[in-house]
């Protein structure tokens, strides 16, 4: 009898866990599940972390990497970019504000001259990157010029991830 991706899936995840092993090596675990599937993995792997189990998982999943891991390796080539703690790798990433101006023009052509990555939204709105240490400098620029609003977009891990496999080495 033939058993589907899921299934299989199922089934691998059920070996793993049933041994009660202190060391667990999953690579993309819910590749395959349904979303239910994959919501009672992400509750059976809290369980086990909060049981002190140590758990290695490989996944291109953002959003459950993001609910499940306490730390994070990037890898690309083959070589490690970036270890670190989720929370503080979030913490030290680029920011995007984005921000409705006064007048966009002055506002763009002041950022621009200090150095900073923008683009123009449809409403009038300008996005600005910026890089954790450069957050204070970006708020003595912005107070140069008429800001209506200001928000700041929280960058999920994915969006982290794509930035190191943007950058150019």
Do not use: W
């Not at 993309?28 to 758990?55: C, H, V, W, Y």
């Amino acid at each position: 009898k033939k058993f589907s991706k899921g299934m299989k899936q199922k089934l691998g995840i059920v070996a793993a866990f049933m041994h009660d092993p202190e060391i667990l090596i999953l690579d993309e675990p819910t590749s395959g599940l349904d979303p239910l599937m994959q919501n009672r993995f992400t509750e059976l792997i809290l369980s086990e972390k909060a049981n002190g189990k140590t758990i290695l998982m490989s996944s291109h999943i953002f959003e459950e990497v993001e609910k499940v891991c306490d730390s994070v390796l990037i890898i690309r080539d083959g070589r490690i970019v970036e270890q670190s703690d989720v929370q503080k790798l979030k913490d030290e990433q680029r920011r995007v504000f984005v921000l409705k101006p006064g007048e966009p023009d002055v506002a763009a052509g002041i950022l621009k001259a200090e150095g900073f990555d923008m683009r123009f939204e449809q409403n009038g709105m300008l996005e600005v990157f910026v890089s954790g240490e450069k957050v204070d400098s970006f708020v003595k620029t912005a107070a140069r010029f008429t800001v209506l609003n200001l928000s700041v977009k929280q960058q999920s891990l994915e969006d982290i991830f794509i930035n190191y496999y943007g950058k150019e080495e």
